[in-house]
């Protein structure tokens, strides 16, 4: 279907192909078509694909000024963008401290700042609903079940509810929460495929949560195993201290 597309839109002169939801079961081998039909573009025609999983940032015989990559930080609204957004989809004015702090814990993310604003329209108190907005607020935690948690696997939602009790991960401190032996390749894996999981520091090992998600991923464990959080901060605590890091 792809090769019959391109080959109507070659005539045509800088057009632009959209294509979209390249997460399906047969990613990989929907990525190689996808790829060597790229490859082989007729001049003028140019290609966007979106992909919750990251792409590499070249492709093989691609020379540098033919692929662009954008990931989240591309993509994070500017103090600017947020405030136009938050004020337009809620239909009232915001100060600049409460424009702020939706920017800050939604971290520019679009579809987080446009949820944060539906809810605002009906908020009597903004001041209150900003103060207490997080990942458990019902228009957010909405998407992010459906729309995340709800593709995901039981031993990566299991995963993710253990390891959201600490703000920074490792491979190691993983494995000392969880239990298992995996920690590394699954913070990789998490980061890999978009599920709200960043490298943070230099040398890639250490990584953290979007503050939203996290929030959202203790709410499940609180809700699925009351006792485990004291228990899992317990843990982490221990494995902090046998490497002298109290802080």
């Keep these: ?128 609903f900003v103060d207490g907005f997080a990942g458990d607020a019902r228009h957010l935690a909405g998407f992010l079940r459906h729309e995340v948690l709800a593709h995901q696997p039981a031993h990566v939602r299991r995963f993710l509810a253990r390891t959201s009790v600490v703000d920074r991960l490792n491979g190691q401190l993983c494995d000392a929460l969880t239990g298992d032996d995996d920690g590394a390749a699954m913070l990789r894996h998490l980061e890999h495929h978009g599920l709200f999981t960043r490298a943070v520091g230099p040398g890639g090992g250490r990584f953290a949560y979007h503050p939203l998600f996290r929030d959202l991923l203790r709410q499940e464990l609180r809700h699925d195993e009351p006792a485990a959080e004291a228990q899992l901060l317990v843990r982490a605590a221990s494995w902090h201290l046998a490497r002298d890091e109290p802080e």
């Design 1 to 128: 279907f792809l090769a019959v597309l391109v080959a109507d839109l070659a005539p045509i002169s800088d057009a632009v192909l959209v294509v979209d939801g390249l997460d399906t079961p047969r990613r990989g081998a929907l990525v190689d078509a996808f790829v060597a039909l790229v490859e082989g573009m007729p001049e003028g025609l140019h290609v966007m694909a979106a992909s919750r999983s990251r792409w590499p940032a070249s492709w093989h015989g691609a020379r540098p000024d033919q692929v662009v990559r954008f990931d989240e930080a591309d993509l994070a609204f500017t103090p600017d963008e947020a405030r136009q957004l938050l004020e337009q989809v809620a239909g009232r004015r915001l100060t600049d401290r409460q424009a702020e702090m939706l920017l800050a814990r939604t971290e520019g993310w679009p579809a987080g700042l446009q949820l944060a604003a539906v809810a605002l329209r009906d908020a009597p108190d903004p001041d209150r």
